[in-house]
């Protein structure tokens, strides 16, 4: 399990992280989705160990992660651009890999890599970004660490890679003790491999959830209320993050009990009712919309 | 919570990254040491007819340059360092390299351990085929590989030395560029403000002594400068004879070598402190301390607008202008120092307040110095507070020696001169204060002269001051009235006939008493005869002193007609030899010095102590202060000393000259 308690990272002014406090369950897929700048890859780098929090600290699995390789071992890194020696080749790369990390699996580094089409013996230098991104990944899955942090993984990568990276998560974290962190903002990715989520907006940490939970908990609803006083009525009987109303077709994003929703709109005879599914986009839109990051704000 | 992972490995993997520099080290040392063994051992192979003169020329091979080996061990250093840390610049390689399972210090350590094998392999891989070489032509000895062993123990020593001094400025910066300068500045800052000093000294402070020659007073300053200035004076220190280095040679100082291995370690640790709490974050920043900006800004800038005065007044001789350029050239630096910190020419002004500290504070030196605020000029202690005093003039530090002492400094002479006749030195300090920085008053005739203090709380100070002649030369002949005082400002009375290995005058007519006096010999006086170029420069405003002490009716009141008369005798026969501007070459036989020697220092003893310091020429002499060991001496002589002339004019007549 990963603590985050109480984190503050500041870079000079800016204050980056402020007071963050999560908790990263094993073996769930964790998707840390946040505003640009929201403090995601800063995250990450604390909870490597790379950067040390002005105040507060992480464990993993109790162990505090600050200059301290026991925890390290527990833990891979992949930064948004990887950092590849000169002249490297992917095998050369394995092998730094596996004198750094003790569990590293060679030989799985190459089965994958032949699946992958990567030629171990070509300089890296050569590769392109994408091919790049999946030497970094292979590395990561294959040091065998409880725990892989992922910085945008997944840009650069090709659709059928994109897929080949998410089973590859998928198929480690059924087969053994592991749990992806995974920073991006791209929505649609998280949304499609990770269980859990947590939302990050100017350095704090806005809420971090199961994703079904999420989803059930906030309901995207468009209706047609046959008189105005009572879509008012029902607009402050429901906790609403957002609303918008073109001609007589009201679109409401709240949060609450299903059952309870429905109920309070019947109440009022719609016209027409029905509840939609919702995005994780459109969660993220209404989340981050609640503390102020308003679309409508930065359009002029 | 040690890390499972093994150093040695960790090293080892170090070691791959680094391996190019490794390759590039081995090609330059093979280029440097067995390929010129090989060329030069069998180039000379047929001048070499013996085995012992094998040995010797291969020693030479083998012991390799001991300046230019440094010189590469040093800057091996800087490269190596600045490769194996190079990651700090990038946020991407630091990513990497934080977020492995090892601490920093052992990351640290992997990586220094790295860059010494990379220094060390290929110059023991170069060394042993030296000896390859060298065993081919039966050139090899146990002793030379023993030379072979210090010498790399040296090399190490200077690499790691200037390795850590580099790490220091890595660790202190964010930027390769910013490091560079650090580098820079960690070598030249002391030096560059030495020069800053000397150069204010010059122009401000007219009284010091100490000053004027500064690479021979501040060598140990320097020494001690930066850890590449430290290595090469240690390395001059040690020296190389015979091409031999180390245990057959000359061995380095163990108190120097105890130093060295100090400062290694000191600079080690420090930047081993300094990685650590380095935060990672810093890579790509100018200064990897925030906190240092200011500090290192206001260190550079000030240094930086002093320089800019002093170039103002020697440019145009003005104040005004060195003010103006204290506050242009304060600013610029305060603001070129922001555009590194910041690389955004839009923030140069950013932190203005540095500029206007900069500012103010240059100006206060400048100011303090061209005001003498501290009073250092005008310093007079008063006469119920000291306990002896010392004066001399620039004469003195020219002219005498003392046996067996090497050149004496300013300083070294107002020691020894030191007298508790404090009444009669004070009145020239006090003339000195009084005359200060005008060169002359009115019409009068001047002298340089340096004074000691010495008061009775132990404290010494030392002046140098421009006083009236007159005053000098009378305070001059009360010192030296008191024979034990005459002693010391003319060393040449302590002589003993033993001392002297040889005695030899180059004699102008006109040092000639009789002849000179009696305008016979039709030899215009000529001031260019006289060795007059050889004078220190003082001497210059005295010149005219000399005509009326040379006449043998001023000098030569007190001696016996008997003398006289044999003088005159003895001038008469080689008066025909002395004629036109010829000088009359002398060697005294060595059966004569004691008697030369005598005479002279009659002489000294009875003239007065002005015809002694306005002497135009020099008697020249030859000291013998140990075995095979000498020293040569030139002390005043012209006609007024009739004692010496006499003499020498006599050993002159018997030689047939």
């Given at each position: 399990m990963i603590r985050v308690e109480g984190v503050t990272q500041k870079f000079d002014d800016i204050?980056?992280?402020?007071q963050v406090n999560a908790t990263i369950n094993e073996r769930c897929i964790f998707g840390l989705v946040g505003t640009n700048g929201a403090g995601k890859s800063t995250l990450l780098r604390v909870m490597s160990g790379i950067l040390k929090p002005d105040a507060g600290q992480v464990k993993i699995d109790e162990l505090p992660v600050w200059e301290n390789p026991q925890a390290k071992e527990r833990i891979c890194f992949l930064p948004d651009t990887a950092y590849f020696f000169p002249n490297a080749t992917a095998a050369t790369m394995r092998d730094y890999y596996r004198v750094l990390y003790p569990k590293f699996n060679a030989d799985r580094f190459d089965e994958l890599a032949e699946q992958f089409g990567l030629d171990l013996r070509r300089k890296l230098s050569t590769f392109s970004k994408g091919m790049k991104k999946q030497v970094s990944v292979l590395l990561g899955i294959c040091a065998n660490t409880e725990y892989l942090f992922c910085d945008e993984t997944f840009d650069g990568l090709d659709p059928v890679m994109r897929q080949a990276v998410k089973s590859l998560f998928a198929a480690e974290t059924l087969n053994r003790e592991f749990t992806p962190v995974i920073a991006s903002h791209s929505l649609r990715e998280i949304e499609d491999i990770c269980d859990h989520i947590g939302l990050l907006h100017r350095g704090g940490i806005l809420f971090a959830k199961d994703l079904d939970e999420m989803k059930l908990g906030i309901h995207k609803i468009q209706c047609v209320i046959p008189e105005p006083a009572w879509e008012e009525e029902l607009l402050s009987e429901l906790e609403v993050l957002q609303h918008d109303k073109r001609g007589s077709l009201l679109t409401v994003i709240v949060r609450g009990d299903y059952e309870e929703i429905q109920s309070k709109i019947q109440e009022k005879q719609p016209l027409f009712s029905e509840i939609l599914p919702l995005t994780l986009e459109e969660i993220f839109i209404s989340e981050t919309e609640v503390v102020g990051y308003d679309v409508k704000n930065l359009i002029f | 919570m040690t890390s499972r992972i093994s150093f040695s490995k960790l090293v080892r993997m170090e070691f791959r990254q680094q391996i190019w520099l490794a390759a590039l080290q081995g090609l330059l040392y093979t280029l440097l040491l067995p390929f010129p063994a090989l060329l030069g051992m069998s180039s000379e192979l047929g001048t070499m007819a013996n085995r012992g003169d094998r040995i010797d020329h291969f020693i030479w091979w083998a012991s390799f340059s001991r300046d230019m080996g440094g010189l590469l061990a040093l800057a091996a250093g800087v490269i190596c360092a600045l490769c194996a840390f190079a990651y700090l610049y990038s946020q991407t390689k630091v990513d990497l390299y934080h977020s492995l399972p090892v601490k920093r210090g052992q990351l640290f350590g992997a990586k220094y351990a790295a860059s010494v094998l990379t220094f060390v392999l290929p110059f023991v891989a170069a060394q042993l085929l030296v000896l390859v070489v060298g065993l081919g032509y039966n050139g090899v000895t146990g002793a030379m590989a023993m030379e072979m062993a210090v010498l790399l123990v040296q090399q190490i020593l200077f690499f790691l030395c200037s390795y850590s001094a580099v790490l220091v400025a890595v660790m202190l910066t964010g930027k390769l560029l910013t490091t560079i300068c650090a580098v820079l500045v960690f070598f030249g800052y002391v030096p560059l403000f030495l020069l800053l000093a000397q150069a204010f000294a010059d122009e401000f402070l007219y009284t010091a002594v100490g000053f004027s020659n500064m690479w021979s007073l501040n060598k140990a300053t320097l020494k001690y400068s930066s850890p590449w200035a430290f290595c090469i004076f240690w390395g001059q220190g040690s020296g190389i004879e015979n091409g031999r280095v180390g245990l057959t040679g000359s061995l380095p100082s163990v108190a120097g070598l105890c130093q060295l291995v100090a400062l290694i370690v000191l600079l080690s640790l420090l930047s081993l402190a300094l990685y650590r709490r380095r935060r990672s974050e810093v890579a790509g920043e100018a200064l990897a301390f925030r906190k240092l900006e200011p500090v290192i800004k206001i260190l550079l800038a000030l240094p930086a607008a002093l320089i800019a005065a002093i170039v103002a007044l020697e440019t145009f001789e003005s104040s005004v202008w060195a003010v103006v350029f204290i506050l242009l050239f304060g600013a610029l630096a305060c603001m070129l120092m922001e555009f590194i910190y910041r690389w955004d020419i839009r923030q140069s002004l950013h932190h203005w307040q540095h500029i206007l500290f900069t500012a103010v504070a240059a100006l206060a030196i400048f100011l303090g110095f061209r005001f003498d605020v501290f009073g250092y000029n005008s310093y007079l202690p008063d006469q119920d507070e000291l306990q002896g005093m010392a004066v001399n003039s620039a004469w003195m530090g020219n002219r005498a020696i003392l046996p067996?002492?090497?050149?004496?400094s300013n300083q070294e002479w107002l020691d020894y001169l030191e007298t508790d006749q404090v009444d009669i030195v004070y009145g020239l300090a006090e003339n000195g204060v009084e005359i200060g920085d005008e060169g002359c008053l009115d019409d009068t005739i001047v002298k340089k002269i340096y004074v000691k203090y010495h008061l009775k709380n132990g404290k010494e100070v030392y002046r140098y001051y421009t006083v009236d002649e007159e005053l000098y030369f009378d305070a001059m002949e009360k010192l030296c009235q008191d024979m034990e005082c005459r002693e010391k400002y003319l060393p040449v009375l302590q002589y003993t006939e033993d001392m002297v290995y040889r005695i030899y005058k180059t004699l102008y007519p006109n040092e000639i008493p009789v002849l000179y006096s009696s305008g016979d010999t039709g030899v215009e006086e000529d001031e260019s005869n006289t060795g007059e170029s050889e004078l220190p420069e003082t001497e210059d405003e005295t010149s005219t002193e000399n005509d009326t002490e040379t006449g043998i009716g001023t000098s030569g009141e007190g001696d016996s007609g008997t003398f006289m008369e044999n003088l005159v005798d003895t001038v008469m026969t080689v008066s025909g030899r002395l004629t036109g501007d010829a000088p009359l070459e002398i060697e005294v036989p060595r059966e004569r010095i004691g008697e030369v020697l005598s005479a002279y220092q009659k002489d000294l003893r009875e003239l007065p102590y002005r015809t002694i310091e306005n002497a135009g020429s020099y008697l020249e002499m030859t000291l013998l202060v140990g075995h095979n060991t000498f020293q040569w001496s030139s002390s005043p002589l012209d006609g007024s000393f009739t004692n010496t002339i006499g003499l020498l004019l006599e050993i002159a007549t018997e030689s047939g000259l």
């Open positions: 204050v980056a992280l402020d | 067996g002492k090497e050149t004496m």
